[in-house]
C-alpha cells in the first residue's frame, strides 16, 4: 500500500499546476482546517437568524463531530492537505480498501474554487482507481454544484443514504483517461465548489 500510496501522490501532485502540492495532515493543521470547513458552509447559514458568534459556535462544533466521524469510519484514510506556493489551500480525504475507492471530502478555500483544482484531482483519483480496477465511491447533497461534475465524471446514484446520495463509478471508463490533462492550468473551469462530503450532523 506504501508504494501504492507514493504513486497516488506523485500522480495527484502532477495533476495540479507547479506551484501547487499535497502533503500528510498533521495536528497543526486543524486551526486552517476548521478555517476551511466554515467557508464550505458559509452559503448555507447566510440566510439563518444568527448572531456571528453563534455561527462560528455552531460550526466550531460541527466541524468537531465531522473530524470525530472520520476518524471513527474511516481507519486507513489518506488525509491529505492541498497547497500553493506552501499556504494550505485545501482538503483531500481518501480511503482506499480492497473493494473501493472512497473519496470521502475534497475542499477549496473559496478564492481556489472554479480554477479546475477539483476537477484535475478527481480525475487524476479515477486513472488511479481504472488501473486497480477498483470502483469510487462517495457522498454528496442533491443540491451541491459538485454533482454535476461527478455525474460527468461517470458517477450515478445508488441510493439515498440519509440526506446524502451516494454514488458509485465503475472502474475503466476510457472518457475519463482521455480527458485527463497533465496540468489543472490547462482544465477549463467546471463551474463547481469542489466539496463533496458535507457534515455528517447538520441543524
Not at 497516488?8 to 507547479?18: G, I, K, Q
Not at 482507481?129 to 454535476?148: C, I, K, Q, S, Y
Not at 471508463?173 to 489543472?184: T, Y
Request: with cysteine; charged share 25%.
Amino acid at each position: 500500500m506504501a508504494n501504492t500510496t507514493g504513486a497516488l501522490v506523485a500522480r495527484l501532485v502532477s495533476a495540479l499546476p507547479a506551484s501547487h502540492g499535497l502533503r500528510d495532515r498533521t495536528e497543526a493543521d486543524l486551526p486552517f482546517l476548521r478555517r476551511l470547513y466554515a467557508q464550505t458552509r458559509q452559503q448555507e447559514l447566510a440566510p439563518v437568524p444568527w448572531t456571528a458568534q453563534q455561527k462560528e459556535d455552531f460550526l466550531g462544533d460541527q466541524f468537531g463531530k465531522q473530524h470525530h466521524h472520520y476518524l471513527q469510519h474511516y481507519p486507513r484514510a489518506q488525509w491529505w492537505v492541498v497547497t500553493c506556493e506552501d499556504d494550505s489551500i485545501g482538503r483531500l480525504y481518501i480511503e482506499q480498501t480492497e473493494s473501493e475507492l472512497r473519496i470521502m471530502d475534497v475542499s477549496l478555500l473559496e478564492h481556489h474554487r472554479n480554477q479546475g483544482l477539483g476537477g484535475a484531482l478527481m480525475r487524476a483519483l479515477l486513472l488511479h482507481t481504472d488501473e486497480l480496477g477498483l470502483p469510487a465511491t462517495l457522498h454528496v447533497e442533491p443540491f451541491n454544484p459538485a454533482l454535476r461534475l461527478y455525474e460527468r465524471l461517470g458517477f450515478a446514484t445508488e441510493e439515498t443514504r440519509g440526506v446524502y446520495l451516494f454514488m458509485r463509478r465503475p472502474a475503466a471508463q476510457p472518457s475519463v483517461e482521455n480527458d485527463l490533462v497533465p496540468r489543472a492550468a490547462a482544465v477549463a473551469p467546471d463551474g463547481d465548489d469542489e466539496q463533496i462530503e458535507p457534515p455528517v450532523h447538520r441543524m
